[in-house]
């Protein structure tokens, strides 16, 4: 017969069978003794017994061995199960980091061009520019009219120190163009770009901060979409998933038609 014990939370196989012969042959060797057995064959009574005791104990430490090492083969097993799926999760998560830095490449390389016919349709043409007055004027001296130059200047200075990845000295010169040029076109453009340098620079925080600058003061200007699909990111970066997906789904509500649509879409099928 077999049975099962429960020792120290593992299962151990013991073997009662052997126990249960050394009880009969030591009653059987009692009764023969008491019926006046020989010294002999009391002698090699006890020799068998002694003899089957050891085998006992040797086939209980042989079971005890094998059951040791399948546990621990068991256990070696499980890891690498675990090791498996761990390594699935940390390729798929590569996947997804591959696939947002190419929409981001290709997000860069299309903002460039942007940027740089939003800068060209602020600059003033000919037909744009005063005309010049004949008429001699004898109010006083008349003051310069403002140019652009500045303007388009300190924003392409802001522009290209992030693109050379010199962000915290970008958010300074942005910070400075929103100031001295909060009202022109590139005013929400550059809150943005405070924003995607606090992304890099992971303060996240200031990033949702910035972002939502653009959303509430500029909702209707072209960095909008993206100010709200860059503050999703953000919101997922800090673990806060449920307020990175209804932002992703508001992206899709609110520029339908959007490439950051797209995106979000792709975002939410693939967490």
């Given amino acids: 017969m077999k049975y099962r014990s429960i020792i120290g939370g593992k299962e151990s196989f013991r073997l009662t069978a052997f126990p249960g012969c050394l009880l009969v ?3 059987l060797c009692a009764s023969l003794l008491a019926g006046c ?3 002999e064959e009391a002698t090699k009574l006890q020799g068998n017994m002694t003899t089957l005791q050891g085998d006992f104990y040797q086939f209980r430490q042989d079971a005890e061995a094998r059951l040791s090492k399948i546990e621990r083969e068991q256990e070696n097993l499980s890891k690498q199960v675990v090791t498996m799926y761990s390594s699935v999760d940390s390729r798929d998560e590569k996947m997804r980091t591959i696939m947002g830095k190419l929409d981001e490449l ?3 390389i299309k903002t460039y061009w942007a940027e740089t016919k939003t800068m060209a349709a602020t600059k003033r043409t000919p037909e744009q520019l005063p005309p010049i007055s004949t008429t001699k004027e004898t109010k006083g001296p008349e003051k310069a009219p403002k140019t652009d130059a500045r303007y388009e200047e300190a924003y392409k ?4 120190s992030f693109q050379r990845g010199q962000y915290e000295n970008a958010v300074t010169k942005f910070t400075a163009f929103t100031e001295t040029y909060s009202g022109t076109p590139l005013a929400s453009n550059a809150f943005y770009w405070i924003g995607e340098c606090y992304m890099n620079l992971k303060n996240y925080d200031k990033a949702i901060l910035y972002f939502q600058e653009v959303i509430d003061k500029h909702p209707k200007s072209e960095k909008a979409p993206r100010a709200l699909l860059s503050q999703a990111e953000a919101f997922r970066l800090t673990n806060d998933k ?4 209804t932002l992703l ?9 959007s490439e950051e649509a797209v995106i979000a879409e792709r ?4 967490p």
């Fill in 37 to 39: 057995v020989t010294t």
């Fill in 242 to 245: 449920k307020s990175s997906t």
């Fill in 106 to 108: 290709d997000y860069q």
């Fill in 157 to 160: 200075e802001a522009f290209e």
């Fill in 249 to 257: 789904k508001r992206v899709i509500e609110l520029y339908p038609k």
């Fill in 267 to 270: 975002k939410l099928r693939n």
């Fill in 25 to 27: 042959l030591s009653f």
